[in-house]
């Protein structure tokens, strides 16, 4: 059976704009959209296109495809992630969480500008304290006046996302300015990624690179996949595309989810160093691991055709329904796949005509496969099955959700 293969693209664009510990990205969704967004720590869209997967879907044919794909996803830059991020498990019931909080607000009176800082991200995020965005913004403030690093970049988060204060791009490439200026690596790359886009500052990649360069140089993993980006579309730079593979390798081996389906992709597409199905099976394993819909579609793929892991029906049931429940729609297709010719699962012709209704929204490709599939059931199955799918709505999975909700 042929699965629908992914277009080996780079990258993963963040559908919101919001600086937070940020990435310049490039892209992976249905459609690559290619705006700089300041982002959350997560995450993702995916430009995947479908066609026809044989074995060696690999192949140099999509190097020019990865490429372009990556010079414009690029732009679709995560801009940020928080620096700061409540402890697992804090709540605001704990007693000794109470005298902490009661400890800072004491030394944010007496102006404490660390303490003013840590404040404040606890009213951003409701950790032990009432949310409270503009207590943040007051406490951010005031820790940023005294020259404290951390509270000016997270402000400049504050002002790109307008958390707490009116949006202002301006604003938000002056606070990172100051901080990136202290050698601040998050605000390295918040900047860097003002400048690729033209926000709050006049747009220049070759400043932008820059700033990623710093950004990376301190091990910041955001600006390591920053700069991977800008050497893979040779925005600012000459295109070097293993320096890039080298930028989105170090920047993977940190946890970068983005950084890890990027190398994945460069060492399954091949043009850029020799193809290496295996090695690329583990770099999407480890973005499926962390919940990237896109990866897992991918490893899917891998599993269904033996390509860099031993074939493996059940697992690519697995990875294909991880995604699809995600939204993504390749999976979703390749699933009904799956439950209609009965690999690694259970034919079932329902679950088939489910899954093609919910792809086909996005994909009008598969009209007649949706009809043909419905065909084979009876009116009150398709009745059953249609009425699932206008009611379905894709659930992100828990490791990227949470991320995303860290503004």
Do not use: C
């Amino acid at each position: 059976m042929a699965f629908a293969s992914l277009t080996l693209a780079l990258g993963s664009a963040t559908a919101d704009a919001a600086p937070v510990k940020s990435k310049a990205a490039p892209a992976h969704t249905s459609k690559s959209s290619a705006k700089a967004a300041p982002a959350k720590a997560g995450k993702g869209g995916k430009s995947a296109k479908g066609g026809s997967a044989k074995k060696g879907a690999g192949s140099s044919r999509h190097g020019h495809a990865a490429r372009a794909a990556a010079g414009a996803a690029a732009a679709a830059a995560p801009m940020g992630l928080e620096r700061w991020s409540p402890a697992p498990g804090a709540s605001a019931g704990n007693a000794d969480d109470a005298k902490e909080v009661a400890a800072l607000r004491e030394s944010a009176q007496a102006g404490d500008a660390k303490a003013q800082y840590l404040l404040g991200s606890r009213y951003r995020f409701g950790n032990g304290v009432k949310q409270d965005l503009s207590q943040t913004v007051q406490l951010y403030r005031s820790s940023a006046e005294q020259g404290y690093a951390p509270a000016q970049s997270d402000l400049g988060v504050l002002y790109a996302n307008g958390r707490g204060v009116a949006q202002d791009d301006g604003q938000a490439a002056q606070w990172y300015r100051k901080a990136a200026d202290q050698g601040d690596g998050i605000a390295q790359n918040n900047l860097g990624l003002m400048y690729a886009e033209g926000r709050g500052v006049a747009k220049d990649e070759a400043q932008a690179v820059q700033w990623f360069q710093r950004s990376a140089d301190k091990g910041e993993a955001a600006g390591q996949y920053s700069l991977g980006v800008m050497y893979a579309g040779g925005r600012g730079v000459k295109e070097d595309a293993k320096t890039a593979l080298k930028w989105f390798e170090q920047a993977g081996e940190q946890g970068h989810v983005d950084a890890q389906y990027n190398a994945g992709m460069t060492y399954a597409e091949g043009a850029v160093v020799k193809q290496d199905m295996q090695r690329a099976a583990r770099w999407f394993e480890k973005a499926a691991n962390q919940g990237l819909a896109s990866a897992q579609s991918t490893l899917g793929f891998l599993y269904a055709n033996g390509q860099g892991v031993p074939a493996d029906p059940a697992k690519a049931v697995q990875w294909f329904e991880r995604s699809a429940k995600q939204g993504y729609t390749l999976a979703q297709s390749n699933l009904a796949s799956l439950y209609t010719g009965g690999q690694g699962v259970g034919k079932n012709p329902q679950k088939a005509y489910f899954w093609l209704l919910v792809a086909k929204d996005k994909d009008a490709s598969l009209e007649a496969r949706t009809q043909a599939a419905g065909e084979a059931l009876t009116a009150a199955e398709r009745l059953r099955a249609q009425r699932e799918a206008r009611s379905w709505k894709p659930v992100r999975e828990e490791g990227l959700a949470q991320a995303a909700l860290r503004q």
